[in-house]
């Protein structure tokens, strides 16, 4: 009696359904750095600094990420300037995050401290480097907390050297 050859079907099927299995777990692989990375931010605006600690020593985060999926965002540095982490920005300065890298809209991290009033992190922000001078369409963080109206973190910049449009308008 002839049996039919079901050998070269089934392999074939497992040939495709592994070739899937392949390009899901690839994808799922990207997708996964992509929420990682993405929840490693916005542990930095939260100020999560055990969750990141965990993400980090799990290893595949940029500390500098200024991009996810392909869309811009603002690095982890910034984000935890924004909201004045103090502590996530001296964890981040461990691991080799740029204190002047710029986010996609060229905001530094000093300059959402300014922005946002935490004097606390203007004053870690210059202590460990930070660009007192960087100007952003035209205005410069001088400008920037004169607008704000903070006259402490005005004496912070200034005593730091920082100079800007306000500053020459005030010599006049």
């Known amino acids: 009696m002839l049996r039919p050859n079901l050998r070269f079907p089934f392999a074939r099927l497992i040939s495709f359904s592994l070739a899937f299995v392949l390009s899901a777990l690839l ?6 750095y992509t929420k990682r990375q993405l929840v490693f931010t916005d542990a930095a605006f ?10 980090y020593a799990a ?7 200024a991009e996810l999926s392909g869309q811009p965002c603002h690095t982890p540095m910034a984000m935890a300037a924004l909201s004045g982490e103090n502590e996530v920005i001296k964890f981040l300065l461990e691991k080799g995050a740029g204190i002047n890298e710029k986010s996609p809209n060229g905001a530094t991290p000093l300059m959402m401290a300014v922005r ?3 004097e606390s ?4 922000l210059i202590a ?6 960087a100007v952003r369409e035209g205005y ?6 004169l607008d704000g109206r903070n006259a402490r973190i005005v004496d912070l910049l200034k005593a730091a050297g920082a100079r800007g ?3 020459s308008i005030e010599q006049r």
Do not use: C, P, Q, Y
């Open 59 to 65: 290893g595949g985060i940029d500390v500098n990420a």
């Open 128 to 133: 460990n480097g930070a660009n007192v001078n």
């Open 27 to 32: 994808f799922s692989a990207w997708s996964l």
């Open 140 to 145: 410069t963080l001088l400008d920037m907390a």
């Open 116 to 118: 946002t009033r935490h």
């Open 165 to 167: 449009i306000a500053d």
């Open 121 to 124: 992190t203007v004053k870690l």
């Open 46 to 55: 939260r100020g999560r600094l055990v969750l990141m600690k965990t993400l």
